[in-house]
């Protein structure tokens, strides 16, 4: 369910409502906590983009849909959702997630969930697409299963803790998720 809100300068904002989380968008005062995020690799539920190109990632619009995690019973930033378009015209997105410590941990199915909803309800996607670091197990286990099926490994594609790792790659398609909706 999408709910809106007006701005001042009459602009809407769109929250992304789910049981116990929303999505808003991030502003300015939010920085310095992303930044915190940012450093600290197990912070990082999906594939890191890197410290130093947060700021063009967090930047909302065109091909970037990037939201704050805000929890509804505190209204206190827990994470970030990204979705980055990077192919329009086949509706395929890649999907990054930032959980801060863990006070949205018990809330990731639900973050996830969220994600896909606006990904293929709001952008008309059909396919989205999530890389997990090969020691992140947990992270597997969730993406599996919500249902996510897993497409390959890339074998060291990415650099973590002063070492090469691997990198599950995961898809979920738009005829598997509405199958796996509620009736």
Not at 42 to 53: A, I, L, M, Y
Not at 54 to 62: A, I, S
Not at 130 to 158: D, M, P, Y
Request: glycine share 8%.
């Amino acid at each position: 369910m999408a709910r809106s809100a007006v701005q001042a300068d009459d602009s809407e904002i769109l929250y992304y409502l789910g049981k116990h989380l929303y999505f808003r968008p991030l502003g300015p005062s939010d920085a310095p906590l992303l930044r915190s995020w940012l450093k600290e690799p197990k912070d990082w539920f999906t594939s890191p983009v890197g410290e130093q190109n947060w700021p063009v990632w967090l930047e909302h619009g065109g091909h970037q849909h990037v939201f704050g995690v805000v929890l509804k019973e505190t209204d206190r930033l827990v994470g970030v959702v990204r979705l980055h378009v990077h192919r329009p015209f086949v509706r395929r997105a890649d999907l990054t997630l930032i959980v801060g410590g863990t006070a949205c941990e018990g809330n990731l199915t639900e973050m996830i969930r969220l994600a896909l909803r606006y990904g293929f309800r709001e952008l008309n996607l059909n396919r989205i697409e999530v890389g997990v670091h090969s020691e992140h197990w947990r992270a597997i286990r969730i993406v599996q299963r919500i249902g996510f099926a897993h497409e390959g490994c890339l074998k060291q594609a990415l650099y973590r803790n002063g070492r090469f790792v691997d990198e599950y790659r995961f898809a979920m398609l738009r005829e598997n998720w509405g199958s796996l909706l509620p009736r």
